[in-house]
């Protein structure tokens, strides 16, 4: 238990009230806190700007081009994420697709999204218990903190801090609260695919083992080292995955979903 002086704790039940609408002082704390995390984002961010100028350009650039396309602008074109996506397709493994999708997955994620009727569309969206849009806001974050951690790539905490945010993001949040519950309303589109592909083999359990916290890196950094579920009775089962398998895959979880937010969010 915290234990507070009873100056302290006065100022922060006059806070509640004064400030907060006459919040109690465990509501009052936490919103205190939020607020010094949210300034403390706020600073990194005008750091960041300070003292790599081009990159955050670069940031504002893409960031423009994502509203633009979440407004709806018109002649829609994912062909730079089509692109990218087609290198994950020399992965160890990848999602048995036709060629013709392969060479446009993001494009034809979003169009099969897009052509759904307003029932299928409708369900689509509920199913997914966060709005797309916040979703769409979230990765926005990841990927301005991605460019933070690509800037410091020289201090091993940061590079570390990020490899355990695009694990988590990659093959837990999309996967679970975005992939399988858009899959299920239809099973025959690409992005269902491409969800099946993350819900089985090892990415099942590099997923359950990224959730339970069974994995550290391989001595030599080429990967990492992770621990199944095991029988009953019986020990935990190790694997390992390859840096390029990791990479490739979290770029094929997080490629695809854009594809499908896009889309999401046009249909609002």
């Avoid at 234990?3 to 100022?11: L, N």
């Avoid at 369900?123 to 991605?146: D, G, I």
């Amino acid at each position: 238990m915290l234990s507070v002086s009873d100056e302290t704790r006065e100022q922060v039940l006059r806070i509640g009230r004064e400030e907060f609408g006459g919040a109690s002082a465990d509501e009052t704390v936490r919103r205190l806190v939020r607020e010094h995390w949210q300034a403390a984002a706020i600073a990194a961010v005008h750091r960041y700007s300070e003292s790599d100028p081009q990159g955050w350009a670069d940031y504002l650039a893409e960031a423009d081009k994502f509203e633009r396309v979440r407004g709806r602008e018109q002649g829609v074109s994912l062909q730079h994420l089509d692109n990218q996506l087609l290198a994950v397709r020399a992965a160890s493994e990848a999602p048995h697709l036709p060629d013709d999708v392969w060479r446009c997955l993001a494009t034809t994620i979003h169009e099969e999204i897009t052509g759904l009727d307003d029932t299928l569309t409708n369900r689509l969206r509920l199913s997914v218990l966060v709005p797309p849009e916040r979703y769409a806001e979230e990765l926005a974050a990841f990927q301005a903190w991605m460019d933070i951690a690509q800037a410091n790539a020289n201090n091993p905490a940061i590079v570390r801090a990020q490899v355990m945010t695009e694990l988590y993001v990659a093959f837990v949040w999309l996967r679970d609260s975005l992939m399988k519950p858009i899959a299920a309303v239809d099973d025959q589109t690409t992005f269902a695919a491409v969800e099946h592909f993350f819900s089985s083999g090892r990415r099942r359990t590099l997923r359950n083992a990224i959730a339970h916290g069974r994995w550290c890196y391989l001595p030599n950094f080429s990967g990492l080292e992770c621990w199944a579920k095991p029988g009953c009775g019986q020990p935990h089962e190790r694997f390992e995955i390859s840096t390029a398998d990791l990479e490739a895959w979290q770029l094929l979880s997080r490629g695809t979903a854009i594809a499908a937010l896009l889309a999401l969010t046009e249909a609002a």
